[in-house]
């Protein structure tokens, strides 16, 4: 499959609502495996803050949705843990307290 044919193939599977087929394309899957050994099977979010956490998840940098060209390219991948992932895709914003409780 050339570059042309995945990001034709990807926003297929987004206007269908079904990208869950290309995660589960053995293409996918072995490079996602690749990805987790050349990385140890470490979090590099935690391994950046001085951790060590099992890696489960391959992460984009560069959203499939909005960059398929990039799917299938390992400088656009990182494993992460679960915990890392969620955080990464969910940003928690902790907000000031407006005004101050007095007691």
């Given at each position: 499959m050339d570059i042309k044919e995945?990001?034709?193939?990807?926003r297929t599977l987004y206007l269908h609502n079904n990208i869950k087929a290309f995660y589960m394309n053995i293409i996918w899957r072995r490079l996602r495996a690749e990805v987790l050994h050349d990385q140890h099977n470490e979090c590099q979010i935690c391994k950046g803050n001085g951790l060590v956490e099992s890696a489960t998840m391959v992460h984009h940098?560069?959203?499939?949705?909005?960059?398929p060209e990039l799917a299938l390219t390992k400088d656009n991948l990182m494993a992460l843990c679960s915990e890392c992932h969620w955080?990464?895709?969910h940003h928690i914003?902790?907000?000031?307290?407006l005004n101050e409780e007095k007691w």
């Open positions: 995945l990001v034709q193939w990807i940098i560069k959203y499939v949705k909005h960059h955080l990464v895709h914003v902790i907000k000031k307290q």
